[in-house]
């Protein structure tokens, strides 16, 4: 799974517990994507999640 190279968010390693409180393992994912933004004045292809690109912290290529 990808990473924000941004903020460096990553999988989260957690417990889902059922109604009758079965438990299991799980994982949270982010919302990771794939965007062509400027970094060091050229456009470059990172992996950035949705917070930081709602957030204004990268700067999209055209």
């Given at each position: 799974?990808?990473?924000c190279?941004?903020?460096?968010k ?53």
């Open positions: 799974m990808a990473k190279d941004i903020c460096n990553g999988v989260t390693f957690g417990i889902q517990v059922s109604h009758s409180h079965r438990r299991s393992n799980r994982t949270w994912k982010p919302n990771v994507r794939r965007v062509k933004a400027m970094v060091d004045g050229t456009p470059r292809h990172i992996n950035v999640c949705t917070r930081c690109l709602r957030s204004g912290k990268v700067t999209r290529a055209i």
